[in-house]
């Protein structure tokens, strides 16, 4: 384990647990806090220090450019949609952005059936990609890094995830965006989301769906984590809705975050040189898959899933068996 990612984990304490009918938060408590000045995505969007543009007038499916005109640095973080131009994206990894400067990201499209302006320029809603989706989509970044060096997913099976989950939510939409599964699912989500709430020192969460660990998110300072709270919970609600079995009431036990907690520590992360500023590092082995990002020695965010029976763990995999198929063909 890279050591400041090791120090990392090994100084987060697991907070007391916060539950809503199968999904559960324990939050993780640290005094670690990184000494960068950043920007998010929403803040800098909404201060209008950021645009976000499609890579030229035609647009490229899994790029596009983005506009830096203020002086400090701007985190997106992987998961993130960006509405608007041609076509709703996600970001496909988190990025750290120079200030004043002009960078391409790469991103796949959650809106399938819309290739036309609605908009000049992208703006954001509270959403993140859902936490299965994201597993699935970090595993095959990975293996597009490792064999190409470019940070895309399999549009193909991003596709099949955001229809097979509006199909099971009754959420269908002209364009199968992904937003029209939030959308409908507002009040549902809503409720989940309102019985959790943020404690002191909170740098991230392991979120456990169905009694089973699901993944971690963590941040390199309280105030991070705290501006994100809403839109991560969301995004592992929606898979606890997706999975909600009334007649079944099983309790997240705290045996089940730290062996989770031990597998994330055991991970023997690759590092690269990210999109923007910093160092991205990847994990992908039997039982974990996931993320981070780091800068001038500090920790900016960090994310895991389980891949060892979390939540989807099979249409995850056989969608990887299908994208690895795929790229067996070229």
Not at 41 to 67: C, N, T, Y
Not at 116 to 131: A, D, H, L, N, P
Not at 133 to 147: F, N, T
Not at 232 to 255: H, R, T, V, W
Request: hydrophobic share 40%; with cysteine; charged share 25%.
């Amino acid at each position: 384990m890279e050591p400041i990612l090791k120090t990392y984990l090994e100084g987060l304490k697991v907070g007391r647990v916060q539950t809503h009918k199968n999904l559960a938060m324990y939050p993780l408590l640290s005094t670690y806090a990184a000494g960068l000045d950043y920007l998010l995505l929403d803040e800098a969007l909404g201060q209008g220090f950021m645009e976000i543009v499609e890579v030229s007038k035609e647009g490229v499916v899994p790029e596009l450019r983005v506009i830096n005109n203020g002086r400090l640095m701007v985190l997106i973080l992987d998961g993130e949609e960006l509405v608007g131009a041609k076509q709703n994206r996600v970001v496909n990894t988190t990025i750290l952005v120079k200030g004043e400067s002009t960078l391409v990201i790469p991103v796949s499209c959650v809106e399938q059936g819309r290739w036309v302006y609605r908009s000049s320029k992208f703006q954001t809603e509270e959403r993140i990609m859902s936490s299965r989706l994201r597993a699935m989509k970090a595993e095959q970044v990975h293996q597009s890094v490792r064999q190409t060096g470019r940070y895309r997913a399999d549009q193909g099976a991003v596709w099949d995830g955001i229809a097979e989950m509006a199909q099971r939510r009754g959420a269908g939409s002209p364009s199968m965006a992904m937003a029209a599964i939030y959308e409908k699912e507002r009040p549902s989500l809503d409720g989940y989301v309102n019985h959790f709430q943020l404690v002191t020192s909170q740098v991230g969460a392991v979120f456990l769906i169905n009694g089973q660990a699901a993944g971690l998110e963590a941040f390199g300072r309280p105030d991070t984590f705290g501006k994100v709270f809403r839109k991560l919970l969301q995004s592992y609600a929606l898979d606890a809705l997706d999975g909600f079995q009334p007649e079944k009431e099983i309790k997240p036990l705290k045996s089940k975050v730290t062996p989770f907690l031990a597998d994330c520590l055991a991970a023997d992360p690759e590092g690269r040189p990210s999109v923007g500023l910093g160092t991205d590092w990847r994990v992908e082995n039997g039982k974990v898959a996931g993320l981070g990002l780091t800068h001038d020695g500090a920790l900016l965010h960090l994310s895991f899933f389980n891949r060892n029976g979390g939540p989807g763990r099979e249409a995850r995999f056989s969608r990887m068996a299908r994208f690895t198929e795929r790229r067996g063909r070229h």
